[in-house]
């Protein structure tokens, strides 16, 4: 066959790869985002802003609005929220992404894999000529696709809680500048797109532990323990040499983007982590699986 030949054939494999890809990928978000646990986890997350709105709303029934508070933490934005509605998203996800997010993340991350080995589906994946790569990329895209609508979720209920039961308008940002209300649905947003990057390293530790048993519930419960076990060493003062190193310590650093002019360095290095875990532990969940035995 002569070098012509050769091109004419390979040249449409390329196409033919990409379409794999994205029809493994399409069909890995229809049937996550079809699941009822998927579904309860997502109503789970868009309760919480609703139950800390009303809240709040009961507290301040009389119509008298909080201090301004100080600080970016929680409770600063918590007392902000009677002020402005706005708040609440930040306020919603403070609360939500030590616990809430990243426990729903792990849930599906964990199950990304040892659920479709558990139930005997995993295999039949991968009889279409996808290979274990784009399979395993899929699920992982998936699970960070699950991170951004999850914090989308949060943000979206608290700003519709907020709106109905809290006035709105300029923000004051906590280096106590004021901001147009445009510009702080702007930085909202921009701030949920941060708290779902934040998650992309857990959920590629997840996607490993997910590799290493065809036991679904246990891939889960692991994941979920891993994340207590190093949210508890992030608060332990002897500790405090590895806290820059673990996943969830600079995860409240989006608090910095309410500030004038916005603070990066903590960001930047929040996201450097993120990325470093997910190349770590995205590798070993492809070592892993490349040389998993999917024979049952």
Same mark, same amino acid.
Request: glycine share 12%; with cysteine; hydrophobic share 55%.
């Given at each position: 066959?002569?070098?012509?030949?050769?091109?004419?054939?390979? /040249? &449409?494999?390329?196409?033919?790869?990409?379409?794999?890809?994205?029809? %493994? !990928?399409?069909?890995?978000l229809a049937t996550m985002l079809r699941r009822w646990r998927?579904?309860?986890?997502?109503? $789970?997350?868009a309760a919480v802003p609703v139950l800390i709105g009303i809240?709040?709303?009961?507290?301040?029934?009389?119509?008298?609005? #909080?201090?301004?508070?100080?600080?970016?933490?929680?409770? @600063?934005?918590?007392?902000?929220?009677?002020?402005?509605?706005?708040?609440? /998203? *930040?306020?919603?996800?403070?609360?939500?992404?030590?616990?809430?997010?990243?426990?729903?993340?792990?849930?599906?991350?964990?199950?990304? $894999?040892? #659920?479709?080995?558990?139930?005997?589906?995993?295999?039949?994946? !991968? /009889?279409? &000529?996808?290979?274990?790569?784009?399979?395993?990329?899929?699920?992982?895209?998936?699970?960070?696709? *699950?991170?951004?609508?999850?914090?989308?979720?949060?943000? @979206?209920?608290?700003?519709?809680?907020? @709106?109905?039961?809290?006035?709105?308008?300029?923000?004051?940002?906590?280096?106590?500048?004021?901001? #147009?209300?445009?510009?702080?649905?702007?930085?909202?947003?921009?701030?949920?797109?941060?708290?779902?990057?934040?998650? %992309?390293?857990?959920?590629?530790?997840?996607?490993?532990?997910?590799?290493?048993?065809?036991?679904?519930?246990?891939?889960?419960?692991?994941?979920?323990?891993?994340?207590?076990?190093?949210?508890?060493?992030?608060?332990?003062?002897?500790?405090? #040499? %590895? =806290?820059?190193?673990?996943?969830? =310590?600079?995860?409240?650093?989006?608090?910095?983007?309410?500030?004038?002019? $916005?603070?990066?360095?903590?960001i930047v290095r929040n996201l450097g982590l993120q990325g470093?875990?997910?190349?770590? *532990?995205?590798?070993?969940?492809?070592?892993?699986?490349?040389?998993?035995?999917?024979? $049952?």
């Amino acid at each position: 066959m002569s070098q012509a030949d050769l091109m004419a054939v390979a /040249v &449409p494999r390329a196409p033919r790869r990409a379409l794999w890809t994205f029809g %493994i !990928l399409r069909s890995e978000l229809a049937t996550m985002l079809r699941r009822w646990r998927t579904l309860a986890l997502l109503g $789970v997350l868009a309760a919480v802003p609703v139950l800390i709105g009303i809240a709040v709303r009961i507290e301040t029934g009389d119509g008298s609005r #909080g201090g301004p508070g100080g600080g970016g933490g929680g409770p @600063a934005f918590l007392a902000q929220v009677t002020n402005n509605g706005l708040f609440l /998203v *930040f306020a919603a996800l403070s609360a939500t992404l030590p616990v809430f997010l990243p426990m729903a993340v792990g849930v599906v991350a964990g199950d990304s $894999v040892a #659920g479709e080995a558990s139930g005997g589906t995993l295999r039949y994946l !991968l /009889v279409a &000529p996808a290979g274990r790569t784009r399979l395993l990329l899929a699920k992982y895209a998936s699970v960070l696709v *699950f991170c951004l609508v999850a914090t989308l979720v949060v943000a @979206a209920s608290a700003l519709a809680t907020g @709106a109905l039961l809290f006035p709105v308008g300029e923000v004051t940002t906590i280096s106590g500048t004021r901001i #147009g209300f445009g510009e702080g649905l702007l930085r909202a947003g921009l701030i949920a797109v941060v708290v779902a990057a934040s998650l %992309i390293g857990f959920a590629a530790l997840g996607l490993f532990v997910s590799t290493l048993t065809n036991s679904g519930i246990a891939a889960m419960a692991a994941t979920v323990g891993v994340l207590i076990t190093v949210q508890i060493l992030d608060t332990m003062p002897q500790l405090d #040499g %590895i =806290h820059p190193y673990l996943f969830p =310590h600079y995860w409240l650093s989006f608090t910095d983007l309410l500030r004038e002019p $916005v603070y990066w360095d903590e960001i930047v290095r929040n996201l450097g982590l993120q990325g470093l875990y997910a190349a770590v *532990f995205g590798s070993a969940a492809w070592a892993r699986f490349s040389a998993k035995d999917i024979s $049952v």
